[in-house]
């Protein structure tokens, strides 16, 4: 249902920019074109309004509180989602520092190795 919710929300944009369009360079002539946009928008309206019935939507009460206090909830997302990016970026800087450092230690354990046969080796 969440695919097919995204593409309705993305057809009904589409829409309204047709929409738009039409109406900020509105002719007598466009007249069916705007009345064809806005009888589509008001299809999609009704379209996403129908997939509310099947949706489970549950906002954080977090973001209840953030919004009651006149937090910006867009503001809210863009914070979550650097904060996010930036522990990513942390995770994967200690993923790669983990792998140089295996491979330092594997390096290490075959020098040893390698000693250990020289030294083993009795040379006459």
Request: charged fraction near 20%.
């Given at each position: ?9 993305r ?19 466009s ?34 509180r ?59």
């Amino acid at each position: 249902h969440q695919r097919e919710l995204y593409q309705q929300v993305r057809s009904t944009i589409e829409t309204l920019r047709n929409l738009i369009v039409t109406v900020e360079g509105y002719q007598t002539s466009s007249k069916d074109n705007y009345i064809d946009w806005l009888g589509q928008y008001a299809t999609n309206l009704r379209d996403l309004d129908s997939m509310s019935d099947h949706l489970v939507v549950e906002i954080p009460r977090e973001m209840i509180r953030l919004v009651d206090e006149g937090v910006n909830p867009f503001v809210v997302t863009q914070q979550i989602a650097n904060e996010t990016i930036t522990r990513e970026k942390a995770t994967l800087g200690k993923t790669l520092a983990l792998k140089v450092m295996c491979v330092c230690v594997c390096i290490d354990c075959v020098n040893s190795l390698i000693w250990f046969f020289i030294c083993s080796l009795e040379i006459p």
